[in-house]
C-alpha cells in the first residue's frame, strides 16, 4: 500500500463507525492515565494497562494508542500489564524538526521507552506497521525484549509480496465510498462493514468512557513522514528479511487469511525466516486480531507461557 491511503482508510472508518447503531462496551473502572517519557529527543505518550508480565503493544501507520480494539484490550489485560504507547508524532506524542522516522528508528524509540520504564525483557505485540517495528526491534535489540508476536507483518525489500493492483487501486481512490475503505480491512468474507462499524464503534465509546486516551489526531507531516518509512525506505530495506534468520527470541507469526493489505504470504515467509517460528492465520482481514479478538488472545497466551526450547 502506499501514500497516505491507509490514513484516508482509518479516518473514514472512524468516521462511518459514528452511524454505526450497536451496543456499546459497558466501561469499567479503569480509566487511562497517560503519561509521557523523554527519548531520543521526543517525548512519547503512553499508558498502562492490568496486571501481569509486561507486553509491549506497538500499533501501526498513523494508529494512536486509542485505535487498538477495547476487547482485545480488555482481554490481553487480565494476564499481562500492556504498554501501549503513540509512536513519534502520533497523536499525543512529539516529534523533531528535522525527519528522522524510519522503521529502525521507532524500533529504538521503543526500546528506549522499555528502558525508561525499568521494564525487564517484556514481551512485544506489533501489528502492521507495528510489526515491522517489532521485528526491528527483536533484530537491534534482542536483550531487551522476551518474546515477540507479529500480526500482519512485511518482511520488507524485494522478499515483500505486495497487495493487488486492484487493492491499490482502490485504495487510492479518493471518490471510493466509506464502505468500498472498510471493505479493505474488513473484507466481506468475514463481516465487512458490519464487522469493521462495530469495532470502530467500541473505540470510539472506549474514548469517551475514559478506558482509552482520546487521541485519534495525527498531523500531515507525521503521516508523510510514516508513510515514507513504511514503503519507500521499507520497500528498498533488504536486510530486515536477512537478519530474521539469526533471531533467536521466541516469535510468533500471525495474520488474517483475507488479509488484502499485507498479503498473508508474507507471513508465512517471515515465520520460514525464523528459526522454531509459530505460525497462526486466522478468519479476518487486515484488522483479523480484532475480529477475531478471543482466538487470537487464546493463541497469543498459549504462545508466551510455552516453554520449550528455542535453539
Known amino acids: 500500500m502506499t501514500r497516505t491511503s491507509f490514513a484516508n482508510s482509518l479516518l473514514a472508518i472512524a468516521a462511518f463507525a459514528t452511524l454505526a447503531l450497536t451496543t456499546p462496551v459497558r466501561a469499567d473502572d479503569f480509566k487511562a492515565e497517560v503519561k509521557y517519557v523523554e527519548v531520543n ?12 508480565k509486561p507486553l ?33 508524532g ?17 524500533a529504538d524509540d521503543a526500546v528506549a521507552l522499555i528502558q525508561a520504564l525499568g521494564l525487564k525483557q517484556p514481551d512485544v505485540l506489533g501489528w502492521s506497521m507495528g510489526a515491522r517495528i517489532a521485528q526491528q526491534v527483536v533484530i537491534r535489540h534482542p536483550d531487551a525484549v522476551g518474546k515477540v508476536i507479529l500480526a500482519a507483518p512485511n518482511p520488507g525489500g524485494s522478499h515483500n509480496i505486495p497487495a493487488t493492483k486492484e487493492v491499490e487501486d ?11 475503505k472498510i471493505g479493505l480491512v474488513f473484507p466481506p ?58 533471531v533467536k527470541n521466541p516469535m510468533l507469526v500471525t495474520d488474517g487469511q483475507y488479509d488484502l493489505i499485507d498479503n498473508p504470504a508474507n507471513s508465512a515467509l517471515i515465520a ?40
Not at 170 to 180: H, I, R, S, T, V
Open 41 to 52: 529527543g521526543v517525548k512519547l505518550a503512553y499508558y498502562t494497562r492490568g496486571q501481569g
Open 56 to 88: 509491549v503493544m506497538i500499533n501501526g501507520f498513523i494508529s494512536t494508542m486509542s485505535l487498538w480494539d477495547p476487547l482485545l484490550v480488555q482481554d490481553l489485560a487480565k494476564n499481562h500489564q500492556l504498554i501501549l504507547f503513540d509512536n513519534r
Open 90 to 106: 502520533v497523536g499525543l506524542s512529539t516529534d523533531t524538526a528535522e525527519n528522522n522516522t524510519t522503521i529502525p528508528q521507532m
Open 170 to 180: 482502490k485504495l487510492n481512490d479518493p471518490n471510493l465510498p466509506m464502505e468500498g
Open 189 to 246: 468474507e468475514v463481516g465487512g462493514v458490519k464487522a469493521g462499524t462495530e469495532i470502530f464503534a467500541r473505540i470510539k465509546q472506549a474514548a469517551a468512557d475514559g478506558t482509552a486516551p482520546n487521541d485519534i489526531d495525527v498531523s500531515k507531516q507525521t503521516t508523510e513522514r510514516q508513510d515514507r518509512a513504511r514503503t519507500t525506505l521499507w520497500s528498498a530495506d533488504e536486510t530486515n528479511f536477512e537478519n530474521l534468520k539469526n
Open 272 to 311: 520460514q525466516q525464523v528459526p522454531f517460528a509459530w505460525l497462526a492465520f486466522f478468519d479476518g482481514g487486515h484488522a483479523f486480531l480484532f475480529q477475531q479478538h478471543e482466538k487470537f488472545t487464546a493463541t497469543v497466551e498459549a504462545f508466551l507461557q510455552d516453554s520449550a526450547p528455542t535453539e
